[in-house]
């Protein structure tokens, strides 16, 4: 820690603190996840943690391996997947939306269909 | 032995070894003996302070702004800041790839999503004061308990290897390489994900007549 200090404005950038940034993205996307009501926010959310695990499977790459791309090529892939799970998940947005006019998670059971009734013995 | 003898050394032994802890280096040169001093690491400094309390601020502003519009939008400027980051860290076609794809593609759908099933400049209602309270308290824990474990592993020392620019011409020939630690077989799996979701986001979304 000492060292760190020390070392805080006349040395490179320390690993911690790119940690910390992403760290921080990643936990706002987790508060965005489980509180918001909006499909779309939703997806913003997950974008937010996508994009953190990003940051630090670069950051880990650059710092402790730097002669070797498994970090880099990794959050290379991990940005095509993002953007194929994004495609999918508004085309789905957008047909829920043509049958229910709205995209709120709490009016997803609208979507089911009305069963008989069957008293269950 | 001077030091670029000695970096050189390091960057062979850690090439294909596990992770050991190695001494930090207090000034370092890069492999072509060009010396990094005080101007450009405070220029450095600088902007990865901008660049973090950019991410930092709009990111939490992103997930709690109540109109949906302004939530893209400041997701659109995290993913900038954050292409910021990996052009400090030397990565310059990752710096590309995430500017294009993520901020100049990915925030395109979201906005064409976003004016798709909202009318413009509507409010979002605020969500019950229990489920936000809930979602405060886990994310607020797990922040805490990864912070608790970045926080005891500082002393941990690592060398920070004064790279130039990624190669361009190295990340081709490593994408599309058959060799070990080469990534052709990744790439063409990508390319049939690729081809799935186009086909299923078309046969989803498509007006059904």
Redesign the interface.
Known sequence: MADLITNFFSGPIPMEAYLVISLIMFFAGVYGFLSRKNLLMILISVELILNATDINFVVFNRYLYPGQLEGFFFALFTIAISACETAVAIAIVINIYRNLNNVEVDSLNELKEESTEQPES | MSIVNLLKLF?SV??HSS?ITQH?I?F?CDLENKLYT?SN??A??II?YIL?LI??VF??M???SKR?IR??TY?LF??LA?AG??L????HY?FA??TT??AG??MV??I???L??QKPGEK?TP?PLK??V???V???A??LF??YI??N???R???????DE?NTKF?GQ??MGTGK?Q?LL?FEV?SV??L???V???M??RKRS
């Open positions: 960057q850690t090439y992770l930090y207090p370092f005080g690491i405070m450095q400094q990865f973090a991410i930092a990111s939490i992103a997930v709690t949906l939530s893209a997701l995290v993913l954050t980051l990996f400090i860290m030397g990565y990752l790839v995430q794809v993520y593609g990915i759908l979201y064409f999503a976003v798709l099933t979002i969500e489920q936000r809930l979602a405060i886990l994310a607020a797990g922040f990864c912070g970045i926080v592993n500082f002393n020392v690592y060398t920070y290897v004064a790279l990624m990340v490593t994408l630690f990534y990744p990508i994900l690729l799935a979701c186009i299923g986001a078309i989803i979304a």
